[in-house]
């Protein structure tokens, strides 16, 4: 069974760009949830999505936004983008997204912005 | 105060010791706690889950969760330096559809 697939796997954007990160969760899920990982905060959780429909939000400004396809693939959007962007953002999928799921991680999309 | 709190170590322990890594929480409605290993330059894998208090074995791996306590940790026996990693625990709140992660705590395992 495939992984979690992202894409790109680098991204190299100058401030002020927009960008769109693209993730496949395992065949048959159909929760994905996003996470931003830098050195100093750790994974922060940016969203989480349920067939289709978002069902939580972390706390991050509206330039950052998401959505999810039918097919339970998902894209994350992040506009005008600042220096302090630049992380390591992973996705991971789940089965149903319910209190006891676990989450499987994607390799992440590294983006730097310039 | 932060959801999820661990101490960011490095925790450093010689080969064959019981390697101890702690975390608490503060969100007494959370339901589900993990416990996710990440080697350096790759992504988080699973390695522990438990819901219940009490402990929980698996190989050379224990979870012990305290509900009353709102404290997680997970004990690695027999550490090998191939345990070296980050630790991060992770806590799931009940209808809140969000999994929260604490900064980690890195683990050396001196051979």
């Known amino acids: 069974k495939a992984g979690v697939t992202q894409t790109p796997r680098y991204l190299i954007k100058t401030r002020g760009q927009q960008v769109t990160l693209s993730c496949s969760p395992i065949s048959g899920h159909r929760s994905v949830s996003w996470y931003q990982q830098t050195p100093g905060q750790g994974l922060q959780f940016l969203f989480e999505?349920?067939?289709?429909?978002?069902?939580n939000k972390g706390n991050f400004p509206g330039r950052f936004s998401g959505r999810q396809f039918s097919n339970s693939r998902s894209e994350m959007n992040v506009s005008t983008l600042e220096l302090g962007d630049s992380a390591l953002y992973l996705c991971a999928s789940s089965s149903a997204g319910t209190t006891n799921e676990k989450l499987f991680f994607g390799s992440g999309t590294q983006l730097s912005v310039l | 105060q932060k959801e999820v709190e661990q101490n960011s170590g490095p925790l450093s322990v010689p080969e064959g010791a019981i390697a101890s890594l702690n975390c608490t929480y503060s969100d007494r409605g959370s339901q589900s706690f993990f416990w996710y290993r990440q080697y350096s330059g790759k992504s988080p894998e699973l390695i522990m889950f438990?819901?219940?208090?009490g402990d929980k074995e698996d190989g050379r791996f224990t979870a012990q969760l305290n509900k009353a306590s709102q404290y997680v940790s997970l004990l690695i026996r027999d550490s090998q330096p191939s345990d070296s990693a980050t630790y991060l625990c992770a806590v799931r709140v009940a209808g809140g559809f969000k999994t929260i992660f604490g900064a980690g705590t890195r683990l050396f395992v001196k051979a």
């Open positions: 438990i819901y219940s208090n």
């Open positions: 999505y349920f067939s289709e429909t978002q069902r």
